[in-house]
């Protein structure tokens, strides 16, 4: 049973440009969640999504960020006109269910983002 | 405001020996409390959970111990191996509460010396 999987594995993007980033889960898993991870800190919440739904955007910024999670196909987290401020890995887990209290999410090997 | 922290940056120990980390957090609301173990350029990996009406769940070598009343949870290894040596994340959900996020701390990087 194949894990999380990213692509790609490293992205640079020069100021400006968009990023896109995906995210297939595991088998049998329809949630999907994106977290960050900034140097020396630890993974911070982006979003939540289920097949075709966005379940928690809490996590997102306002501007430039915007997530899907199609029926068909990966999640994409995409972030727009990118800024320095933008570079960190982006970490991508699902789960089977959620809310049960016993379930677990897997995590994605991620994508390191650089900003020229 | 960190709802999960680690307050130990690092930990280094001899192989054979115990390792201890630490985890504290402050929101009452948390019912689901997880330990993962990342590598440099990897995706974390879960190691082991507890559910809070639990106070200790064991797997092998890992044990998690949760003390309620002092918001305050523990990762014990023993005996520590080489291969342990990584950077540990303690992450908290609010199940309850239909939130399925996970607040993680900063991490505590073990080293565990031959």
Known sequence: NAGVMQNPRHLVRRRGQEARLRCSPMKGHSHVYWYRQLPEEGLKFMVYLQKENIIDESGMPKERFSAEFPKEGPSILRIQQVVRGDSAAYFCASSRYTGVGTDTQYFGPGTRLTVL | DQQVK????????????ISILNCDYTNSMFDYFLWYKKYPAEGPTFLISISSIKDKNEDGRFTVFLNKSAKHLSLHIVPSQPGDSAVYFCAAANYGGSQGNLIFGKGTKLSVKP
């Open chain 2, 6 to 17: 680690q307050n130990s940056p690092s930990l280094s120990v001899q192989e054979g020996r």
